[in-house]
């Protein structure tokens, strides 16, 4: 047994409704892809006419180690150094800062991109330094750091570093006297320089260099994109689902078996009292009411309205309306009458009150079921 009815799946994906529930979620996300498409890379390197490029050693905090040759060039940035015992941890390396502005703007990347070689070691720590985000509550530092380590090569290469790989170090939690929990993820709006420099270096004495050929902020839409095209896959389900439901439920009504005198053909009296008879039989006056129907009929209002409840589910009007919309059909598909003219002849005072009530009944216009069912 199939899980969806084909007629109701096909009705569903034919209706103009349910086309436009989940083609704007569709254009929509496709307005938000092509924005964040849009947007450049930022080249840090090369990139003398933005930002400054300071080299650095231990020597403030108390160390030995020393820059034996620097390089700064239109392709290369190059660092020769020797690390010397005077620290538990001696480091050189460069800072980068925007020479216009007082921050880099990263919010719209999520990505670093960096060509480099080392020579002599192989562990490079990469920093942020952003603005405190929270000087109210943390009144000890001015700035939060950020830092991921990159295991590098002694042949240049192009290493990509996703944002989610950077962690405030736990020695800044300690000098802010502070719980983790307080910042969760690093801020990119605020960045005010970065530092590359060596990390856990033992070759202490020995000729280390380092060579960075560029450096390059850029945004990694794929998961973006999957995100969207979940979302849209959730739009697209549970808005067929709902319509689906909706359909089945209308179907799921109790069904109404009516005998009726189809347009044209000679009306005959019937008993009074059949008044089920009656309106089959002249449902095409546009003046039937209940009350005509009583009267002509002789059985009471109160008792039309309750057998019309209990045998069908529906009120009096309802019932009228499908014994008109049921020949409506017949002639839609048999004959060449316009829909005007068939809405007149079969009782109703103007085509566009037909055209709701049909439209109600089976969630196409009269046009539409014409001809989507005459030429099988």
């Given at each position: 047994m199939p ?10 994906v034919?209706s103009?409704?349910?086309?436009w529930?989940?083609?704007?979620p569709?254009v929509?996300?496709?307005f938000v892809l092509?924005?964040f ?6 080249i840090?390197f ?6 400054n490029?300071?080299f650095y050693?231990?020597n403030a905090t108390?160390?030995n180690s020393e820059?034996t040759?620097?390089v700064v ?5 190059r660092?020769d150094?020797?690390?010397k015992?005077g620290?538990?941890s001696?480091?050189i390396?460069?800072t980068?800062s925007?020479?216009t ?13 960096i060509?480099?070689?080392g ?8 920093s942020f330094f ?10 000890k530092?001015?700035?939060i ?9 002694s042949t240049?290469r192009?290493?990509?570093l996703?944002f989610?790989s950077f ?5 800044w939690y300690e000098l ?7 910042i969760?993820?690093?801020t990119?709006s605020t960045i005010t ?11 202490a004495?020995e000729?280390?260099?380092l ?10 839409n794929g998961?973006l994109?999957?995100l969207?095209?979940?979302c849209?896959l959730?739009v697209?389900f549970a808005?067929f ?8 439920s209308r179907?799921g009504?109790k069904s ?7 347009v ?8 009074r ?6 309106m089959s039989r002249n449902?095409q006056n546009?003046?039937l009411t209940l009350e005509?129907v009583?009267g002509e ?6 008792k039309i309205?309750?057998e019309?409840q209990?045998?069908f ?6 019932y009228?309306?499908r014994?008109?919309i ?9 004959s060449?009458l316009?829909?005007?003219?068939i809405a ?6 103007n085509?566009?009150h037909f ?6 009944e089976?969630?196409?216009s009269?046009t ?7 030429d099988r």
């Open positions: 899980v969806f009815q084909k007629e109701i799946v096909q009705k569903i034919k103009k409704t349910f086309i529930t989940v083609s704007l569709f929509a996300a496709i092509s924005y498409l849009s947007i450049r890379d930022l840090i090369p990139n003398a006419n933005a930002f490029y300071n050693t231990d108390g160390g820059i040759q620097q060039n239109d392709s290369l940035i660092l150094f020797k690390l015992k620290i538990a001696p480091y390396g460069l980068i925007p020479k502005g007082s921050v880099i703007q990263l919010k719209n990347y999520n990505e670093l991109k060509k480099i070689k020579t002599n070691f192989d562990n490079l720590n990469v952003a603005r405190n985000p929270y000087p109210e509550k943390i009144k530092s001015s700035e750091s950020f830092y991921t380590i990159l295991k590098i090569s240049a192009t290493y990509t996703g989610d962690n405030v170090p736990d020695w802010n006297s502070i719980n983790q929990t307080v969760r993820k690093p990119y320089n970065m530092n590359i420099a060596n990390a856990y270096s033992s070759m004495g000729n280390q260099s060579q960075i050929r560029s450096l390059v902020f850029s945004r990694n998961p994109a999957l969207l095209l979940w849209e959730g697209f808005a689902m709902i319509w689906y439901f909706i359909e089945k179907l009504k109404i078996t009516i005998t009726y005198q189809p044209g053909h000679d009306s005959v009296r019937t008993s009292s059949d008044f089920i008879d009656f449902f546009s003046q005509f009583s009929t002789g059985v009471s209002q109160r309205t309750g019309i209990n045998r589910g529906c009120n009096f009007k309802s009228l309306n014994l008109r049921n020949e409506s059909k017949r002639l839609l598909l048999e060449d316009n829909i005007g003219e007149f002849k079969v009782g109703f005072n085509q566009s055209n709701r009530v049909f439209k109600s089976l969630q196409i009269p539409e079921y014409r001809e989507q069912h005459r």
